[in-house]
């Protein structure tokens, strides 16, 4: 039975909700200098300002308007997450495809590099490269990406393997089509919902370790980050400015978290048929 599952995730309560919250979020980072008349490294004011109408979250130590460097953080978050997701669902795709329309030996010493690199914590790779190379938004991609794709190649591979055994593709097989064909038509189309579930799951782990890493100081020092605007505010934490500087930055990145979080599960329960099934014995 074909399945909507666009519409069997924006019709449950957590999908509206997790949709809204990243539509909030990409909408407020798109237009950013729409909504801001200050540049996010400018020196807008004197340094510790209220929240204001000309500063609607006050200034931090420097004078530089908080909310300002609130929504361009937001571009910081969205591309680390989008970059990471597309490169990594396209490693999953690419080993875990050919993985399992190969298969031998191939197969096998794809599945032992998987099984190695999903326990190599990418936190303390990233540290290490951070202590070599001069740390920047398209290094922390690429790392992120190298440890984050394994667990999707994995989920790849069991999914091609399921659909290499059914009727279309045995029947294309039958005819003569290559593995590019069967892969191209056949097998990557049927994996839309699999690969946007992978999609919004690496999306959100990026987001949530780019902070991270910001905040532990691993990030590039000209680019405005949520997790080091985090770690600037906590030097001030005495003071009442942590109100206006700590607080809704940490609350922006929990929306954004929550978003994929609602989203992914949503997505999670339409790909499930037995998941759908109790949602909507819930429902009634």
């Keep these: 039975m074909h399945v909507n599952y666009w519409r069997e995730v924006h019709t449950t309560g957590p999908g509206r909700i997790g949709l809204g919250l990243l539509i909030l979020v990409v909408t407020a980072?798109?237009?950013?200098p729409l909504l801001t008349g200050y540049q996010?490294?400018?020196?807008?004011?004197?340094?510790?300002?209220?929240?204001?109408?000309?500063?609607?979250l006050g200034t931090n130590d420097v004078g530089q308007d908080i909310w300002t460097r609130l929504l361009y953080g937001a571009r910081t978050s969205l591309a680390?997450?989008?970059?990471?997701?597309?490169?990594?669902?396209c490693l999953s795709i690419l080993v875990g495809c050919s993985s399992a329309l190969l298969?031998?030996?191939?197969?096998?010493?794809?599945?032992?590099?998987?099984?190695?690199?999903?326990?190599?914590?990418?936190?303390?790779?990233?540290?290490?490269?951070?202590?070599?190379?001069?740390?920047?938004?398209?290094?922390?991609?690429?790392?992120?990406?190298?440890?984050?794709?394994?667990?999707?190649?994995?989920?790849?591979?069991?999914?091609?393997?399921?659909?290499?055994e059914r009727m279309p593709v045995y029947a294309a097989r039958t005819f003569g089509a290559g593995r590019l064909h069967l892969l191209f038509n056949h097998i990557i189309p049927d994996l839309g919902p699999i690969l946007i579930a992978l999609i919004i799951q690496d999306a959100r782990r990026a987001v949530f370790m780019e902070a991270g890493l910001s905040f532990l100081g691993i990030c590039d020092p000209t680019v405005v980050s949520w997790g080091k605007m985090m770690q600037h505010a906590l030097k001030f934490v005495y003071l009442d400015v942590w109100r206006w500087w700590l607080l809704p930055?940490?609350?922006?990145?929990?929306?954004?978290v929550m978003g994929f979080t609602f989203t992914g599960f949503a997505l999670e329960t339409a790909l499930n048929p037995r998941l759908r099934k109790e949602a909507g014995h819930a429902d009634n």
């Design 80 to 89: 680390v997450g989008g970059g990471v997701a597309l490169l990594s669902l």
């Design 249 to 256: 930055t940490g609350f922006t990145l929990s929306l954004t």
């Design 103 to 164: 298969g031998g030996l191939y197969d096998r010493l794809m599945m032992r590099l998987v099984d190695a690199l999903i326990v190599i914590p990418p936190v303390i790779v990233a540290i290490l490269a951070a202590a070599y190379l001069r740390p920047n938004t398209v290094l922390l991609i690429v790392l992120l990406s190298l440890f984050l794709w394994p667990g999707g190649a994995r989920v790849v591979r069991a999914q091609t393997l399921s659909l290499k």
């Design 40 to 56: 996010p490294a400018a020196y807008t004011g004197a340094p510790f300002m209220a929240p204001s109408a000309q500063h609607w």
């Design 29 to 32: 980072a798109v237009l950013a």
